[in-house]
């Protein structure tokens, strides 16, 4: 409990709470960029303003450019962290609710400890795996909208983007002490719209017979969710002793998309939506706290 309450924890805490409200725009302002840029050229548009911005900051910090050696792990970064990203989110939120898709995305803590179990030998008890099991009964009642069950493809695309920002959060603890959150943030995302480049011609067009209150939703996501979200959320996984404490900030994200949602569009979410995501929610919370008891158990 202690190492809850040291100071840089409770910065990391804090921090993440910050990210994850910026986050929370991205579903909503996503569902709405959506309507007119086609789902991969809306990915590069995204963090190609993202990229111009940190670039611009880069230069003015004099952050230089990354070792030799890491240019690999970076590359790996910004492939999982952004461009598979926001591939796979943007396809499956073309399909699916800002509210729907930040409950799946939530997800992402659960891959988290998965992944670690398969590569880093972290174990995980049997509650926990009770949790897992909660939160894919949780998944099942997604899909029950009005009472049938509808099999909707975008749930499956934004599980696998929340399965690929997990390899994000993996890979981003191991060159937190090589690197400042603002150097880590920078190659990552400009690595990561590197090899969105290959949409570019597409999100150009559409660019150019884009309106100005669409240009400024895809500035928006740009500047927002990703240049300042990233960083803040680097900053976050560079300072805590946990990545469990961060990550379990993103359990909070559906309920402000939500909210944000209903703001921005007017959308009620559907009672499938509400009553899956509280199982879903349910089973990450009850993985968490088992997860802290294992750990506290094991120091």
Do not use: H
Not at 69 to 88: P, Y
Not at 91 to 108: E, N, R
Not at 123 to 141: H, M, R, Y
Not at 155 to 181: C, D, E, H, Q
């Amino acid at each position: 409990m202690d190492s809850l309450r040291s100071p840089n924890n409770i910065k990391a805490q804090l921090l993440a709470f910050a990210t994850v409200c910026l986050w929370a725009s991205a579903f909503v302002y996503t569902s709405v960029a959506l309507e007119y840029f086609s789902p991969l050229s809306l990915g590069f548009v995204r963090y190609g303003i993202a990229s111009l911005i940190l670039i611009i900051v880069g230069l003015v910090k004099r952050v230089g450019l990354p070792k030799r050696r890491d240019i690999g792990i970076f590359l790996l970064l910004g492939l999982f962290g952004f461009a598979l990203f926001i591939t796979l989110f943007n396809i499956g939120m073309a399909t699916i609710s800002a509210s729907l898709g930040s409950i799946i995305i939530a997800t992402a803590p659960i891959f988290t400890a998965l992944a670690s179990l398969l590569f880093l030998k972290e174990p995980l008890s049997k509650l926990q795996w009770v949790a897992v099991f909660i939160e894919f009964c949780g998944i099942l009642i997604l899909n029950f909208p009005k009472g049938a069950f509808t099999f909707n493809i975008g749930i499956v695309w934004v599980l696998a983007a929340a399965l690929s920002f997990s390899g994000y959060n993996l890979l981003m603890r191991k060159i937190s002490k090589s690197y400042t959150p603002l150097q880590a943030t920078i190659y990552c995302i400009v690595s990561g719209t590197i090899f969105l480049g290959i949409f570019a011609p597409s999100a150009i067009r559409e660019l150019k017979t884009a309106n100005l209150s669409t240009i400024l939703v895809a500035f928006e996501l740009g500047l927002l969710p990703s240049a300042i979200g990233y960083l803040l959320w680097a900053k976050a996984l560079f300072v805590t002793t946990k990545t469990s404490d961060v990550t379990n900030f993103m359990f909070v994200t559906p309920l402000l998309a939500t909210g944000l949602d209903y703001i921005v569009t007017g959308k009620v979410a559907e009672s499938s939506t509400i009553f899956g995501g509280i199982v879903v929610l349910m089973g990450l919370m009850m993985f968490n706290r088992f997860r802290s008891a294992t750990v506290a158990k094991a120091s």
